[in-house]
């Protein structure tokens, strides 16, 4: 079945880059994507990526996706305070509209 | 990016009643929307899919009658929770997709959270 792994915390310090990790299962994903989750809100999309294209780099944020391992990334260069957030992956599966979500990683960053 | 707007954002009410949410397409036509759910800490389960002038499809466990969807127009999609209970409290979040632009991009709303006393 369909199943989507992220850690679940991460903290940095406020400059540094983070790298959030996303595995999945499903090898018949067409797109996957990045989420961004403040407290109480809804979900803001960050950036998407073709399952055919192995990196996408979109100002401080850069995506690399390993189909061979079935790994997604999202690196974001000098982190800022207002990056604090949960960040979700997801996919979507072949020519369905449906979106698997993967379990959050809560990222922390602090001065 | 589109806009989706979700009503209201926080409800409480009494075990047993019914709750309403909405959830508007702002700038766009949205001939499909998708209800989710969220618990505390916890990643976001696919309720159902809405279609704009048909009956929506839910997922495998989810109860028709406990969650009637209505999807009316172009912009606007209902979540009724009906009967509901403590174990209903949760936080129902809905997106949509653009016509026109990439079908796999979905916008979501700010979300509903539902406390049931």
């Known amino acids: 079945g369909e199943d989507v792994e992220q850690s679940l915390f991460l903290s940095v310090r406020e400059g540094d880059s983070s790298v959030i990790n996303c595995t999945y299962t499903?090898?018949?994903?067409?797109?996957l994507y990045w989420y961004k989750q403040e407290p109480g809100a809804g979900l803001q999309l960050l950036t998407y990526?073709?399952?055919?294209?192995d990196m996408k780099q979109d100002q401080r944020l850069t995506v690399l996706l390993n189909k061979k391992d079935k790994h997604l990334s999202l690196r974001i260069a000098d982190t800022q305070t207002g990056d604090s957030a949960i960040y979700f992956c997801?996919?979507?599966?072949?020519?369905?509209?449906?979106?698997?979500f993967g379990t959050g990683t809560r990222l922390q960053v602090f001065p | 990016g589109a806009v989706v707007s979700q009503h209201p954002s926080w409800v409480i009410c009494k075990s047993g009643t019914s709750v309403k949410i909405e959830c508007r397409s702002l700038?766009?036509?949205?001939?499909?929307m998708f209800w989710y759910r969220q618990f505390p800490k916890q990643s976001l389960m696919l309720m159902a899919t809405?279609?704009?002038?048909?009956?929506?499809?839910?997922e495998q466990g989810v109860e028709k009658d406990k969650f009637l969807i209505n999807h009316a127009s172009l912009t606007l999609s209902t979540l009724t929770v009906t009967s509901a209970h403590p174990e209903d409290s949760s936080f129902y979040i809905c997106?949509?997709?653009?016509?026109?632009?990439?079908?796999?991009?979905?916008?979501f709303g700010a979300g509903t959270r539902l406390s049931v006393l």
């Open positions: 499903d090898s018949s994903s067409t797109y």
């Open positions: 700038d766009f036509q949205a001939t499909t």
């Open positions: 997801a996919e979507s599966i072949g020519d369905t509209d449906k979106l698997i």
């Open positions: 809405s279609n704009e002038g048909s009956k929506a499809t839910y």
């Open positions: 990526i073709f399952s055919n294209m």
């Open positions: 997106s949509a997709r653009v016509p026109g632009l990439d079908k796999n991009i979905q916008y």
